[in-house]
């Protein structure tokens, strides 16, 4: 998979603020994926994107995949002391093992 | 849902041994894996891309004649460290998915500490 650069690193909310965590490409992606790592978990898959201009949600979470697909966001909204964990995003190469790779991740702390 | 067992949880063992570590598709058959190591609080590294019936994929700067990979059968890769030492501590995570688009499906991890 390509390199995607994943901002912030760390984010703190209060419970009940948005959180965004943003991924960035400097060339065109195939696909993005999210993951969210649970503290002392394993990733666990959230969403693929795969189309320009492309918006999913689930329940508070909405996932955007860019008009030129360099960049994605995963944006939560009143967060919860449940979404506390890291969350990843990663780009699966075109190649024919398919290997993902993943950004720096951004590691969410929910204050009650 | 497809299910990745990873086999043991932690280990800790003495510098200078080896350490073999399991991952199993449990209701599926893949005929890729892959092995990342993580340390804490940072991101997934990939390590190696395991190819059933062939030699495994590193990934630059990934020795691979200290991390073994085997991928014995379409259900059953292993990682085995050899020659263990202090700085090989970290998580492995092994991973596999159903096909090539579908997503990736993690193991729970091993814990590896190095004494």
């Known amino acids: 998979g390509q390199q995607v650069m994943q901002i912030p690193q760390y984010q703190h909310v209060q419970e009940g603020e948005d959180f965004t965590t943003y991924c960035n490409s400097s060339?065109?992606?195939?696909?993005i994926q999210w993951y969210k790592q649970r503290p002392g978990g394993h990733p666990v898959f959230l969403i693929q994107?795969?189309?320009?201009?492309e918006v999913k949600k689930q329940k508070r979470l909405t996932f955007q995949f860019g008009e030129a697909k360099k960049n994605s966001s995963l944006h939560i909204t009143a967060t919860q002391t449940t979404d506390v964990g890291t969350y990843f995003c990663?780009?699966?190469?075109?190649?024919?093992?398919?290997?993902?790779?993943f950004g720096q991740g951004t590691i969410l702390t929910v204050h009650p | 849902g497809a299910v990745v067992s990873q086999h043991p949880s932690w280990v800790i063992c003495k510098s200078g041994t080896s350490v073999k570590i399991e991952c199993r598709s449990l209701?599926?058959?893949?005929?890729?894996m892959f092995w990342y190591r993580q340390f804490p609080k940072q991101s997934l590294m990939l390590m190696a891309t395991?190819?059933?019936?062939?030699?495994?994929?590193?990934e630059q700067g990934v020795e691979k004649d200290k991390f073994l990979i085997n991928h014995a059968s379409l259900t059953l890769s292993t990682l085995t460290v050899t020659s263990a030492h202090p700085e090989d501590s970290s998580f492995y995570i092994c991973?596999?998915?159903?096909?090539?688009?579908?997503?990736?499906?993690f193991g729970n991890g091993t814990r590896l500490t190095v004494t």
């Open positions: 060339t065109t992606l195939s696909n």
């Open positions: 395991s190819n059933e019936g062939s030699k495994a994929t590193y």
């Open positions: 990663g780009n699966a190469g075109g190649t024919s093992y398919g290997k993902l790779t």
């Open positions: 991973s596999a998915r159903v096909g090539l688009n579908s997503p990736l499906h």
């Open positions: 994107l795969v189309k320009s201009g």
């Open positions: 209701d599926f058959q893949a005929t890729t």
